[in-house]
């Protein structure tokens, strides 16, 4: 028999759970409460120092996800790449973007940022220019607090603010772990990705030890999961032994739709809303509210 208690089934008698990927019983996360009132915004940083890991992907469907629940949401692509802002169909040409707010040419932040196709979902750009933002602010005065600053001028307008970290652990990801209040770790179930966890952990600490008491892990997030693999299976296993419950029930599997959705300039649940991976981010989104990690 099951039973149903706040959105979550459980079984009863002597019927054993079923278990999900990450070897917890295997629950559903109830749509969130409406919120209120809006801001100030909890920031997160998803970093990690390896590429390809899903760090945009989550970025802009999380993003979606939460501005699908009630959310007021501001994505931040702080990687020269600007993966982010291509996923989200905004243009970076001729735009204010996040590094003329970085080194002050723009003071007003708010004339960066741009509505995405998705209500509730706004970003602040960045192209290739980026890329020349640590020569420049490396003699710079508290030169780590530089995005902490410009984010407090539009906090209060949103609920959540998500930067989209570049795949290293130089200036601009130190400014936005600076920045945030909590960090979430996308870690493809792939062994050379499970080797930098740790030291991007150590790095996070030596940032709270140091520039950010308040910092906090929200979550490390497996992604491009493959359970017909067993190296998808053991990968997984391992993190959830070292890392525990900061590891996020959610797991998000291995699909070609994320491709097709960055070509379209879409989050999946714009692209593919029926799909099982953009029901995925959906369940990430509503463990981290569920987690205390966003309102």
């Known amino acids: 028999m099951t039973a149903q208690r706040e959105g979550v089934t459980e079984l009863t008698g002597l019927e054993a759970p079923v278990l999900g990927p990450t070897g917890r019983p295997l629950r559903k996360f109830p749509e969130p409460k409406k919120l209120k009132s809006h801001g100030p915004a909890r920031i997160i940083a998803l970093c990690n120092q390896k590429g390809g890991v899903g760090k945009t992907t989550t970025a802009i469907n999380l993003g979606a996800s939460l501005a699908g629940d009630g959310r007021r949401v501001l994505a931040i692509d702080f990687d020269p790449q600007g993966a982010l802002t291509a996923g989200l169909g905004v243009q970076s040409h001729d735009v204010t973007t996040i590094y003329d707010l970085l080194l002050g040419t723009v003071k007003d932040a708010a004339s960066a940022i741009l509505p995405t196709g998705t209500p509730g979902l706004d970003v602040i750009p960045a192209n290739i220019d980026l890329s020349a933002a640590e020569v420049h602010l490396v003699n710079e005065v508290a030169r780590e607090q530089i995005l902490a600053r410009v984010l407090r001028q539009v906090a209060d307008r949103y609920d959540v603010i998500l930067i989209d970290c570049q795949p290293s652990l130089g200036l601009l990801t ?3 772990l600076t920045a945030a209040h909590g960090v979430l770790i996308p870690l493809e179930c792939e062994y050379f990705a499970l080797r930098g966890v740790a030291l991007l952990v150590e790095t996070v600490e030596k940032v709270r030890d140091r520039l950010n008491p308040a910092i906090s892990l929200d979550g490390i997030l497996a992604t491009m999961y493959d359970s017909r693999t067993l190296h998808s299976r053991e990968v997984l ?9 900061r590891v996020l029930e959610t797991v998000v599997g291995r699909t070609v739709k994320f491709p097709d959705a960055s070509v379209a300039g879409a989050p999946l649940a714009t ?3 029926e799909h099982a991976a953009a029901e995925a981010y959906r369940q990430v989104a509503r463990e981290l509210i569920a987690r205390g990690a966003i309102a």
């Open 174 to 176: 130190v400014n936005a």
């Open 237 to 245: 296993e391992r993190v959830v032994d070292a890392f525990g419950d």
């Open 271 to 273: 692209f593919a809303p």
